[in-house]
């Protein structure tokens, strides 16, 4: 069926919401494509923050105990690992709702074409094949228009939610050997502090 043919026929109804399916697809396109190019670097800054978020803590947990630095470098740990995860979710539940309301927006414009030739053949008074098939055809075109973009948009949600679990494993396990580090790289300060303090000690009483 010639395209031109069914834009002849349609209404203003029907037109916007061939618009309003144009634009979920352009987006859901251009959501996926920027996160597909962006994926290696995404994970280089979130684990660059990590690290960044736990040097900013080294001068302070210093003065604390073992216990109260493993507690607040998991918390910073943690707060960041949540703001990377938020940061990585932008976009992907536009996906999602274009995924679940393309395929009822094509339904309403089928819906909407059908009546209409409903109508068109109750004014002319002829309800043969030749009468029907041609509008109900060009109205069935909107479920088809609905199910093209709602079929990548679940695709690409999918890609993006995998991406987003990979994404937090990685960072877990990324923050999980900071936080050995820190406490490692901790404890010997702490360890050669309390040895150069007994030394003094015992020169001091020496003298």
């Given amino acids: 069926m010639n395209f031109s043919v069914y834009w002849q026929h349609a209404d203003a109804i029907s037109k916007t919401l061939y618009f309003v399916l144009l634009a979920m697809s352009i987006a859901t396109w251009t959501i996926f494509v920027l996160r597909l190019m962006g994926t290696r670097q995404l994970k280089q800054v979130a684990q660059t923050q990590l690290t960044q978020a736990v040097s900013k803590l080294k001068a302070k947990l210093a003065p604390l105990s073992f216990d109260q630095r493993k507690a607040v470098a998991e918390q910073a740990l943690l707060r960041q690992i949540s703001t990377e995860k938020a940061s990585a979710e932008k976009g992907v539940s536009v996906l999602g709702t274009i995924a ?58 999918n890609i993006c939610m995998r991406f987003n679990r990979s994404l937090a494993i990685e960072l877990q396990d990324h923050a999980h050997g900071l936080l050995i ?27």
């Avoid at 030739?117 to 029907?132: D, E, F, N």
């Avoid at 228009?145 to 949600?157: D, H, T, W």
């Fill in 100 to 157: 679940s309301l393309a395929p009822f927006v094509g339904l309403f414009g089928t819906v909407w074409g059908i009546f209409h030739a409903l109508v068109a053949v109750g004014k002319s008074g002829q309800a043969g094949l030749a009468q029907v098939a041609t509008p109900v055809g060009e109205a069935l075109i909107m479920t088809g228009l609905g199910l093209a973009v709602a079929i990548p948009a679940v695709l690409a949600y």
């Fill in 181 to 207: 580090d820190t406490m490692l790289q901790q404890d010997s300060s702490a360890q050669k502090a309390e040895k150069v303090s007994t030394e003094k000690g015992l020169v001091g009483g020496q003298v």
